[in-house]
T-cell receptor, first 113, second 115 residues
Framework: AQSVTQLGSHVSVSEGALVLLRCNYS??????LFWYVQYPNQGLQLLLK??????LVKGINGFEAEFKKSETSFHLTKPSAHMSDAAEYFC???????????FGSGTRLQVQP | GAGVSQTPSNKVTEKGKYVELRCDPI?????LYWYRQSLGQGPEFLIY????????DSGLPNDRFFAVRPEGSVSTLKIQRTERGDSAVYLC?????????????FGPGTRLTVL
């Protein structure tokens, strides 16, 4: 069985501040981990993913995430928030033999001017 | 190129009615997924197709829900005897091979409202 926990349903940061969105997962098989972003009235867009290899993954729009197996975490970061980053962010997991994604409940990011 | 498209974008129906939701995946993608997203929640898996066959339908909540993909491209999600609890955004996604590590590309969704 797989599950994803996203700590903090709402996160508010100032423009230019560090963004940190937390994701912890549970998986009985080696996980593949994903971060998606959802803008209002739009579909989910992939930010980045971890499959194998380097544990620090860089994605679009300046976001990155680090897979830490010992902490079962895959936190999303961005050094400097921009107003356009305001959106809902979802962490998801899949694994060998499990094609479907299991999503967390999402974190809504607000960016204050 | 064209992404995943879904029609209609919005559907309002009455309790007890039958509805069909359509998904057009990215051309050439063999895998197609349906998810349901309730307000304030992450998407929940419903069913996964590899080609024409349903490879995993473990997420379908009950036998009122059914999906088909007869030619391995377009898929239709069918809901019989709709209930108010079926109100949600229904998302479709496709991926190239259907491998667990493949990126799933999502459509904009169909917002279903059951009155």
């Amino acid at each position: 069985a797989q599950s994803v926990t996203q700590l903090g349903s709402h996160v508010s940061v100032s423009e230019g501040a560090l963004v940190l969105l937390r994701c912890n997962y549970s998986s009985s098989v080696p996980p593949y981990l994903f971060w998606y972003v959802q803008y209002p009235n739009q579909g989910l867009q992939l930010l980045l993913k971890y499959t194998t290899g380097a544990t620090l993954v860089k994605g679009i729009n300046g976001f990155e995430a680090e897979f830490k197996k010992s902490e079962t975490s895959f936190h999303l970061t961005k050094p400097s928030a921009h107003m356009s980053d305001a959106a809902e962010y979802f962490c998801a997991v899949s694994g060998t033999g499990r094609r479907a994604l299991t999503f967390g409940s999402g974190t809504r990011l607000q960016v204050q001017p | 190129g064209a992404g995943v498209s879904q029609t209609p974008s919005n559907k309002v129906t009455e309790k007890g009615k039958y509805v069909e939701l359509r998904c057009d995946p990215i051309s050439g993608h063999t895998a197609l997924y349906w998810y349901r997203q309730s307000l304030g929640q992450g998407p929940e898996f419903l069913i996964y197709f590899q080609g024409t066959g349903a490879a995993d339908d473990s997420g379908l909540p009950n036998d009122r829900f059914f999906a088909v993909r007869p030619e391995g491209s377009v898929s239709t999600l069918k809901i019989q005897r709709t209930e108010r609890g079926d109100s949600a955004v229904y998302l479709c996604a496709s991926s190239n091979r259907g491998a667990s590590e493949d990126t799933q590309y999502f459509g904009p969704g169909t917002r279903l409202t059951v009155l």
